[in-house]
T-cell receptor, first 114, second 109 residues
Framework: DVKVTQSSRYLVKRTGEKVFLECVQDMDHENMFWYRQDPGLGLRLIYFSYDVKMKEKGDIPEGYSVSREKKERFSLILESASTNQTSMYLC?????????????FGSGTRLTVV | KNEVEQSPQNLTAQEGEFITINCSYSVGISALHWLQQHPGGGIVSLFMLSSGKKKHGRLIATINIQEKHSSLHITASHPRDSAVYICAVNPNTGNQFYFGTGTSLTVIP
């Protein structure tokens, strides 16, 4: 089974801190995604990556950056955490863009910024 | 603008009831997915559909491509079915899914 592992289930950070959320997948998937999930808004795409060293902005990239130096790892960076970034963050991966491929999700990181 | 709409947003049912969750979408798609998210966060894929109907245990998913509509049915519901159910579509263009906002289901014993 494909596994997508997010490094932390719960995080509490202070306003202004730089925050790193790590995501690792173990099945050589090309595509990786970061979403945030908020009540009533569903999943919103922050950034995605087609392949190593490639990244594309999603719908809500402001205040975030990403890094994909190795195929298996996709990191989300909050440059200066703010309280409105308190949310559930979900990482996902898929083998490639073919329509037959679904996503595999990590367990999520619930981030609280105080 | 939301490409995927789900209804209802919240649903409470008695154990044993037949449950239907609906999903409508506005874009051309190559596939539609039904996902389940339990408290605690992890999301798992239940079905991927491009036409017709699929069944897995007590869960049935149908899709009508012409009407841009899909339904997820749960027969003989059980408290362990309590979760958020999310509809997602893979549009014909682009590499991203569009997600519905989810239906929160609570099944009472």
């Amino acid at each position: 089974d494909v596994k997508v592992t997010q490094s932390s289930r719960y995080l509490v950070k202070r306003t202004g801190e730089k925050v790193f959320l790590e995501c690792v997948q173990d099945m050589d998937h090309e595509n990786m995604f970061w979403y945030r999930q908020d009540p009533g808004l569903g999943l919103r795409l922050i950034y995605f990556s087609y392949d190593v060293k490639m990244k594309e902005k999603g719908d809500i990239p402001e205040g975030y950056s990403v890094s994909r130096e190795k195929k298996e790892r996709f990191s989300l960076i909050l440059e200066s955490a703010s309280t409105n970034q308190t949310s559930m963050y979900l990482c996902a991966s898929r083998p490639g863009p073919h329509f037959n491929y679904g996503y595999t999700f990590g367990s999520g990181t619930r981030l609280t910024v105080v | 603008k939301n490409e995927v709409e789900q209804s209802p947003q919240n649903l409470t049912a008695q154990e044993g009831e037949f449950i239907t969750i609906n999903c409508s979408y506005s874009v051309g798609i190559s596939a539609l997915h039904w996902l389940q998210q339990h408290p605690g966060g992890g999301i798992v894929s239940l079905f991927m559909l491009s036409s017709g109907k699929k069944k897995h245990g007590r869960l049935i998913a149908t899709i009508n491509i012409q009407e841009k509509h899909s339904s997820l049915h749960i027969t003989a519901s059980h408290p362990r079915d309590s979760a958020v159910y999310i509809c997602a579509v893979n549009p014909n263009t682009g590499n991203q899914f569009y997600f519905g906002t989810g239906t929160s289901l609570t099944v009472i014993p």
